[in-house]
């Protein structure tokens, strides 16, 4: 394929996004308010934007109610074990460099479980994008406190409140290497479109993390309706590009920082192996 | 003085209008469009779609600006704007 399909009119309402999403699947799981839908459909218009030819990306998932987004894109695209998004994304990066490979999961598939794959891939400069729905929690699952819970916040495994500290993801990406660290909330909907229309176009491993409610297991034993944590999102974050990653904590009494934290340029983990071990082997 | 900052080419801005076009049984009722919408122009329906939710419905259909703001904010994929013909 060189040239994506144009839509062809049709009788049926059809979304602009229709081509790129396996409507025989529609309407998905995720429950109402659920922001995942909100991400993903912003990932999908970002593809879009690229005018990239659709059969040059590819998505990779885990397991968690994000990480089902693989299953609803209409490209091919990996639906892998829990944690192991990116160890699959690097494998497919390493065979077939002309991919943009975009991994699309969860907090908990990529910080606890998959945490150590996250780090490595960023410290090699791994070229592929790395998008993280952080619904601070594990939502599939029942809700059970993850890496990025908040302090204090109830979960079914917290019931008392959480007596950890959470990670500060855009610190974590900046301080493992990463090349573009960005974050934004499912209600900056727009920046989020352009962030990750930045990012694929980004030469080296890129990560956004997108803020998103999930109303049914987080909100619901935290108080918050899913319009309360759009209003959160509203009221309570700060537009800061550059900003220092080192205070991007979630604390939302304080003020949650959004914006693009890291873009920088260094040479990606093909270009070192090139020059390292190709050359090395004609020796 | 009430008027003294408006712009001075306000008369010559043209203002995009646009088709607000849902697609009722693809929508789970969360409401993102109707609060969110600039011009405050959607609303819950009375009637239910396939599912059991009402689906939002256009209360001043000639004052959307074609912005697509619910369009990229619907998690579900249900509603879009586009042009209106002249
Ligand atoms: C090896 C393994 N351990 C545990 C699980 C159970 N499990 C499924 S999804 C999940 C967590 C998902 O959390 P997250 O990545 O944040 O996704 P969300 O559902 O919140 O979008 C866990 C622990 C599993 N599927 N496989
Ligand atoms: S459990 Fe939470 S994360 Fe999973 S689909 Fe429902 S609202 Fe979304
Ligand atoms: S396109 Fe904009 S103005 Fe029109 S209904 Fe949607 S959000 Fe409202
Ligand atoms: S945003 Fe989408 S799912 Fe939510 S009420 Fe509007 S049309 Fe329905
Ligand atoms: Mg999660």
């Known amino acids: 394929m060189t040239k994506n399909p144009k839509q062809i009119g049709s009788k049926q309402p059809s979304h602009p996004l229709d081509d790129l999403i396996r409507t025989d699947r529609i309407p998905h799981i995720w429950c109402p308010g659920c922001g995942i839908g909100t991400v993903f459909s912003s990932c999908l218009t970002a593809i879009k934007a690229t005018e990239i030819p659709y059969n040059e990306f590819t998505m990779v998932s885990g397991i968690g109610c994000s990480a089902r987004g693989a299953g609803y894109i209409k490209l091919d695209s990996f639906h892998t074990t829990h ?195 190709r050359q090395c082997s004609e020796d | 003085m009430a008027f003294w900052r408006q712009p001075l080419d306000t008369q010559e801005i043209q203002i995009t209008k646009g088709v607000v076009n849902i697609i009722e049984d693809r929508c789970k009722g969360c409401g993102y469009c109707i609060e969110f919408c600039p011009m405050h122009i959607l609303a819950f329906s009375d009637h239910f779609n396939k599912k059991g939710y009402h689906p939002p419905q256009t209360t001043k259909p000639d004052e959307c600006v074609n912005c697509h703001y619910c369009e990229i904010i619907c998690p579900e994929f249900a509603i879009y704007s586009t042009e209106a013909p002249l």
């Open chain 1, 83 to 277: 944690g192991r998004a990116i160890p699959f994304a690097s494998g497919i990066k390493m065979a077939k460099p002309d991919l943009n490979v975009i991994v699309f999961s969860g907090d908990g598939d990529l910080f606890a479980i998959g945490g150590n794959h996250f780090i490595h891939a960023a410290r090699r400069n791994m070229d592929i994008t790395v998008i993280c729905v952080n619904n601070l929690n594990y939502g599939m699952t029942g809700g059970q406190v993850a890496a990025t819970t908040p302090s204090r916040a109830k979960t079914t495994t917290t019931p008392f409140g959480n007596p950890d500290s959470p990670f500060n993801l855009p610190l974590l990406a900046y301080a493992s290497g990463a090349s573009y660290v960005a974050r934004w909330t499912i209600l900056h909907v727009r920046d989020l479109t352009n962030a990750i229309n930045e990012a694929i176009r980004k030469k080296g491993f890129s990560f956004i993390e997108v803020l998103a409610p999930c109303p049914i297991n987080y909100g619901r034993r935290n108080k918050e309706k899913s319009l309360d944590t759009m209003k959160l999102y509203q009221e309570k974050t700060i537009i800061k590009n550059g900003a220092d990653p080192g205070r991007a904590d979630i604390d939302f009494e304080r003020g949650v920082i959004l914006g693009t934290f890291v873009d920088t340029d260094r040479s990606t983990c093909d270009d070192m192996y090139e020059v390292t071990c």
